[in-house]
Every structure is written in structure tokens, then in C-alpha cells.
């Protein structure tokens, strides 16, 4: 007999047990960036559950924090007080990337960069330093990044275009761009995706604009869907077939320091990050094959 409860069951035992569906590695070590300069579009939301999700099923995944609201470290679990070695350290150059790194108590093959609040004058402090735009880049040199082997690499960006976004793009290979199903959503992306020319062109030519994201999505509005529609007929292919749905439990889980992932594993967010987790890791497989 079918019933909801069923249905959620069947759903929770799908996530959460990872040896039924696999997940290909990807051809090479990916980094993405995750960026939009509106702020509460599911950026953080984004990076900590698709992370979880591609960790849990055996790809080992690095989530790097560089927004000084520390989100990011929060849903994952890993201690952020001012003063534990985070991003901040990395980018000034006192300390290593894996010296930095942090297990998730979420899942294993899961470890956080984390950023404290040290990370807000950090925008300030780079204006000054030699080769300010890719700090970040040179901390995640290819040596830097075999000794912890991560198959993924997250940058969960801060609102903004400054000098720490400009960092991460200067420093991934793809830019990840979670989009709101609502009004506003396309404002401020032409900006965004200027900026990104701009790196393409002087610091980074082989920055792609690889993945959208449409999150948030509210089914029982005709403006979600129109929203929608706008996005693919702009991005077509690199716009996911999954979109995210908007649902409280995914924004009550940050709140127990989990992700949806492992704090409701049969609810509709938790399915939703993992498909979308699950076309990612199919593009990243076949990106080197084509
Ligand atoms: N699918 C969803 N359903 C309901 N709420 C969501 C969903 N995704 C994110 N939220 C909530 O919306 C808010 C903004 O999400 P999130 O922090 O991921 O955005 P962000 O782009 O990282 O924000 P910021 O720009 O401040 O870094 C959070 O409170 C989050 O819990
Ligand atoms: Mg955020």
C-alpha cells in the first residue's frame, strides 16, 4: 500500500545508503565556485548539501568557506570561533590549506576550510599584498591539494564581487551559480557574469560557467515557473534538471549544525540535493571523455 510515510522511507533509505546508486569520479580533480553576489540565494545551502551528498557516496570532497559569515562551516559541523585555523590563516599565507582542513562530522570524505570572523578584514588586508587575486589559487596548488585528494572542490562564496570572490574565481575551474526562482532572481546576474568575462579574459581564460542551480523553487507559484523557463532558455544545458524546492527543513537542518542530507534524509530537499549532486557527478565524468 502506498502512503506518504512509505513513500518518505523508501525515499531516506535510497539517500542514505550510498551503495545503490554510484557515483562516477571525475575525469580530474574538480573545483567549483560558488557564486551569486545576491546574497540568500542558496549559495551556502547549496555547497554544503551537494557536498555532503557526492561525500556520502564515496567521492571525497573538500568545502572551503570564504565567506566571513561562516555559514558554511556551521552546517558542517566544524568549529569556527575567531582564532581556529581557517581560510584566513591560508590566504595570509601563515599556514597551509590541509593544515586548515577540518573533518565534517556529517559524513566521512567530507573536510571543511572553515572561516571565522577573522575572514571579514581579510578583504581589506589583501587590498595590500603581493599577487592579492590569487592567494587563493597558490593555497590550492596541485601539491597542496594531493595531500588531501579531494575529488571535489567547493568554494562557498560571500554576497558580494570583492576580492575574496575574485579570489575564488581566480582559483576554480567552474563557477557554479545557484539561481532563486523568484522576481528579483535574474537581477545583478548580468553583473556577475561580466565579472566573470573580466577574469576570464586577464586572470583565469579557462573559468566556465559550467552549472546552474535553480533553488528555491515554489511549485505553487506560476512565477517559479516562469522564472524557470527564463533560466533555461538563457543558460539551456548547463542548467540542472533537478531543481531544489523550497522546504523549511532544508533551512531548519543548519540550524542543528547538519546538512538536509544526513537531518532528514527522506524529505523532498535531501532527494532533490542528491539528483542534483547526482548530474553534476555525470557531467564530471563525462567532462573528460568529450
Ligand atoms: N530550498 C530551500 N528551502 C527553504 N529555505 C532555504 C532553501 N535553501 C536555502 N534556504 C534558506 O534560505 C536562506 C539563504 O540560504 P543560503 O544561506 O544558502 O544562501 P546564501 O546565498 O549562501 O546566502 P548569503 O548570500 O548570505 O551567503 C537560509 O536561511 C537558508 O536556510
Ligand atoms: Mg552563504
Known amino acids: 500500500m502506498w502512503t506518504p510515510i512509505a513513500e518518505e522511507a523508501e525515499r531516506a533509505t535510497r539517500v542514505l545508503h550510498p551503495d545503490a546508486l554510484?557515483?562516477?569520479?571525475?575525469?580530474?580533480?574538480?573545483v567549483l565556485t560558488v557564486a551569486?553576489?545576491?546574497?540568500?540565494?542558496?549559495?551556502?545551502?547549496?555547497?554544503?548539501?551537494?557536498?555532503?551528498a557526492l561525500a556520502l557516496h564515496h567521492l571525497k570532497v573538500l568545502v572551503i568557506d570564504l565567506d566571513p559569515q561562516g555559514n558554511a562551516s556551521t552546517a558542517l559541523g566544524v568549529e569556527h570561533r575567531s582564532g581556529t585555523p581557517s581560510i584566513y590563516e591560508v590566504l595570509i599565507g601563515e599556514i597551509s590549506l590541509a593544515d586548515a582542513a577540518a573533518p565534517s562530522n556529517q559524513t566521512d570524505n567530507l573536510v571543511c576550510v572553515p572561516a571565522t570572523i577573522d575572514l571579514a578584514g581579510a578583504e581589506i588586508e589583501l587590498v595590500s599584498m603581493a599577487?592579492?587575486?590569487?592567494?587563493?589559487?597558490?593555497?590550492?596548488?596541485?601539491?597542496?591539494?594531493?595531500?588531501?585528494?579531494?575529488?571535489y572542490v567547493f568554494i562557498d562564496?560571500?554576497?558580494?564581487?570583492?576580492?575574496?570572490?575574485?579570489?575564488?574565481?581566480?582559483?576554480?575551474?567552474?563557477?557554479?551559480?545557484?539561481?532563486?526562482c523568484e522576481y528579483y532572481a535574474l537581477e545583478g546576474l548580468s553583473q556577475l557574469l561580466g565579472n566573470i568575462e573580466?577574469?576570464?579574459?586577464?586572470?583565469?581564460?579557462?573559468?566556465?560557467?559550467?552549472?546552474?542551480?535553480?533553488?528555491?523553487?515554489?511549485?505553487?507559484t506560476k512565477l517559479a515557473d516562469q522564472v524557470t523557463t527564463e533560466v533555461r532558455n538563457h543558460f539551456q544545458e548547463r542548467v540542472l534538471k533537478t531543481v531544489i524546492p523550497r522546504s523549511v527543513k532544508v533551512s531548519e537542518a543548519p540550524g542543528f549544525g547538519q546538512t538536509i542530507i544526513t537531518y532528514d534524509p527522506g524529505?523532498?530537499?535531501?532527494?532533490?540535493?542528491?539528483?542534483?549532486?547526482?548530474?553534476?557527478?555525470v557531467r564530471g565524468a563525462e567532462m573528460g571523455t568529450t
Do not use: F
Request: aromatic content about 2%.
Open 22 to 30: 554510484q557515483l562516477p569520479r571525475p575525469a580530474r580533480r574538480r
Open 36 to 52: 551569486n553576489q545576491k546574497g540568500g540565494v542558496g549559495k551556502t545551502t547549496s555547497t554544503v548539501n551537494l557536498a555532503a
Open 131 to 151: 599577487a592579492r587575486e590569487s592567494r587563493l589559487k597558490e593555497a590550492l596548488s596541485p601539491e597542496a591539494l594531493d595531500s588531501l585528494q579531494p575529488d
Open 157 to 180: 562564496c560571500p554576497p558580494s564581487l570583492g576580492l575574496l570572490t575574485l579570489n575564488a574565481m581566480v582559483a576554480a575551474q567552474e563557477v557554479l551559480i545557484p539561481i532563486q
Open 198 to 220: 573580466l577574469v576570464q579574459q586577464h586572470l583565469n581564460p579557462d573559468l566556465d560557467v559550467s552549472t546552474i542551480l535553480l533553488t528555491m523553487y515554489d511549485g505553487r
Open 267 to 281: 524529505s523532498r530537499g535531501a532527494m532533490s540535493y542528491l539528483d542534483a549532486a547526482k548530474e553534476l557527478a
